[in-house]
């Protein structure tokens, strides 16, 4: 066995979904808007994003190329598509409207989330080794 530092792409159809990180701190980076993509209930947008679970137990993990394709998050996630700029929020449920189920969305993250993705982001620039 070698030590590679490298790993074979992931498959596109066993990829992670933002939804699998409820009540947990995300930090979030926008990379693109897609449209009329190809799924099993016909073509959809999606905003692709990276991102970096804070806390909880999935604490740590690093995903890229996740798309989203619930709207509520895409409306929070699109503005910042291209900016460089990163979204920090708590994934969690809003309020169902009548006959609907109740959308996926990040809540506003409080000082202390904003102090946990500080510390992250400097561990990332300053890593140990």
């Given amino acids: 066995m070698t030590n590679d530092l490298f790993d074979a792409p992931s498959s596109s159809s066993g990829g992670v979904k ?5 009540g947990q701190l995300l930090l979030i980076t926008p990379t693109a808007h897609e449209k009329d993509i190809a799924t099993s209930y016909g073509p959809a947008d999606a905003v692709s994003v990276d991102l970096v679970v804070l806390d909880g137990a999935n604490a740590g ?3 890229t190329g996740i798309r989203v ?4 998050l895409q ?3 699109r503005p910042k598509v291209g900016t460089g700029r990163m979204v920090l929020g708590r994934l969690g449920r809003g309020t ?21 993705a500080r510390d992250y982001l400097a561990r990332k620039a300053n890593p140990p080794f």
Avoid: M, Y
């Avoid at 394709?69 to 509520?72: E, G």
């Avoid at 169902?96 to 946990?116: H, N, R």
């Fill in 61 to 63: 993990e690093e995903h």
């Fill in 75 to 77: 409306g929070q996630l």
């Fill in 96 to 116: 169902a409207k009548p006959g609907q189920s109740a959308p996926w969305l990040l809540s506003d993250p409080t000082e202390s989330d904003k102090q946990i």
């Fill in 18 to 22: 933002i939804t699998e990180f409820d």
């Fill in 69 to 72: 394709f619930q709207r509520a």
